[in-house]
């Protein structure tokens, strides 16, 4: 593969096949520490439909530093398939496939979404589809993330009248912020993404010295709503 046909399915990932795998596996084996490769190869797996995707998505996405491009790279794919059925075939248009590319959503944010907890309510049940490579999205973003102390977390969700020890005044601020927070978390977790944005802009405005981190949350939470109108 020339460096000049590499750039051209960076450009239009949608023009990867099944041929092309063996020579992008054997680029990130040679080249490790190439993160474009790796996302690409990874894409070529969706898109071919391979059965190796989930082995190859846990080994290979611990060493992608963007996991929020690389997520969203595969639900481009997902979101242009579940659509091939209902409308006429058609070449991406450039604008298209950078898009999967131009986010900038905090890799943070998307750890903090996926932390385990046995203390979260079930989902309701609601009208958006399940993504198509969920699961496995999920697993290897949850895979070695910092977790979230239980114990407060089972506190905020399950019973947020619960008595606790007196917070410090300088820390009253911090602790209604996780609370807020934590009830967008529980949002996300029931994909009722909409709301989970209504938490985070508001609390955005009320903690105008934390916009750059909530407004990574806002643009993220942004492609989740507009994934989920275009599923």
């Known amino acids: ?33 190439f993160h474009a490769a790796r996302m690409l190869y990874l894409k070529n797996l969706a898109l071919t439909g391979d059965l190796r995707l989930k082995g190859e998505l846990e080994r290979l996405a611990v060493g992608v530093p963007d996991r929020a491009r690389l997520f969203l790279l595969l639900q481009d794919e997902a979101r242009l398939k579940d659509t091939a059925d209902a409308a006429p075939a058609r070449r991406p248009t450039t ?22 907890t046995d203390t979260e309510p079930p989902a309701e049940p609601v009208a958006e589809p399940k993504m198509r490579h969920q699961d496995l999205i999920d697993s290897f973003i949850a895979h070695g993330s910092e977790r979230l102390d239980k114990r407060r977390l089972q506190r905020a969700v399950s ?13 009253q601020a911090a602790d209604s912020s996780f609370f807020t927070e934590t009830l967008a978390h529980v949002y996300i977790r029931q994909k009722r993404y909409a709301k989970a944005l209504e938490i985070i802009r508001s609390l955005s405005e009320k903690h105008p010295e934390k916009n750059i981190y909530f407004e990574d949350q806002i643009r993220f939470l942004e492609k989740l709503v507009e994934h989920s109108k275009q599923s």
């Open 159 to 171: 019973d947020p009248t619960a008595p606790a020890p007196a917070p410090k005044p300088t820390e």
């Open 95 to 116: 604008d298209e496939a950078h898009g999967a590319f131009d986010s900038s959503a905090s890799t943070d944010y998307l750890r903090w979404l996926t932390v385990d």
């Open 1 to 33: 593969m020339t460096r000049e046909e590499f750039y051209r399915y960076i450009d239009r990932p949608a023009l990867l096949t099944a041929a092309t795998l063996p020579e992008l596996a054997r680029i990130v084996e040679a080249f490790p520490c």
